[in-house]
């Protein structure tokens, strides 16, 4: 007997959760690359969307890698679509290849800002969504400038880079390596000239290798001030206190590139949009841990933006 009860509490429990969604959830390929889900809020007929780009790395559309399960990105697209604005996030390109077996080896950050573009024109043509924002998180800050610029009616960056992805790469390796700064400087130099450079420390090897060089040279290309310069549309700037791969100064970098750009500051988020109270080891072990909630501030933020 007490087993039927408790069968029936949990049927009557998931029911309730059910009717209690805010939302409608349907997964959507936009090209043969790009899968993502799209949530659309119950009560509004025509919201604004924001279309969400995930970082670096073979980064899921919930940003999650591997070995690296947060959620950060599933929480941000659900809380924002609870607040009554429609969001998609999507796979990176290399996430499904990696799940056929069949990785380009020739894969370029170009096809991302193509994958990227593609979305915005997919959801453009629907004309079912009042406005359309792009929301790029870290490499997908860049990304998501490229893909925004003439396209969209709005731009957010979250913990994006100011700086030239090389001379990021040269600050983050001279503050966790300083013995490694002069070389990471000279292969940085190396292709930023389009040139190929056999010759590195193998603890470099991890994003020096031969294999990731050309994606490096088309990636060090870009200098995301001059595309932000150029954007002319309303555009929020956000980082966190806590961030220990982008630091403040890369978001006030961004922020001096266009006048018409807010800087947001959100004390003690960190990379993945987590509070943090303690130190760094509490930092980074936050980047594996799904059950933390995203900062609220930054969810107070980009709401209010998007519907200002």
Known sequence: MKYYLILILLVVSSISFCQDKTYQEKEISVTEWVDGTLLKPNAIEKPSLAI???????????????????????????TLTNNGIATF??????????RQGNVDKDIMFDDFVSDAIAV??????QDTYTKI????????????M???????????????????????LVEQVSKMAPTLEEETQRVVNGLKQGEMVENFPAPLASIFNLGVQPFMMNWITYNPT?????????????????????????????????????????????????EIEGDELENSKSY??????????????????IKS
């Open 133 to 144: 924002y792009v929301i790029g998180h870290s490499q997908g800050s860049l990304i998501g």
């Open 146 to 168: 490229l893909a925004a610029k003439d396209k969209t009616d709005g731009f957010i960056s979250l913990a994006g880079a100011g700086n030239n992805i090389g001379d990021v």
């Open 89 to 98: 996030r999507y796979d990176k390109r290399i996430v499904k290849q990696i």
């Open 120 to 125: 915005v024109d997919y959801f453009k043509a």
């Open 52 to 78: 969400i780009i995930a970082g670096s790395g073979p980064t899921n559309r919930d940003g999650n890698q591997n070995f690296l399960q947060n959620n950060s990105l599933k929480k941000l697209a659900e």
């Open 288 to 305: 594996n841990e799904s059950s933390r909630a995203l900062s609220p501030e930054l969810i107070t933020t980009i709401t209010e933006f």
């Open 226 to 274: 001059e595309i932000l310069a150029n954007l002319d549309m309303p555009i929020l700037i956000i980082n966190g206190t806590k961030d220990l791969q982008v630091s403040e100064s890369e978001a006030e970098i961004l922020k001096n590139a266009n006048e018409k750009a807010t800087l947001k500051i959100i004390k003690n988020m960190n990379h993945v949009l987590f």
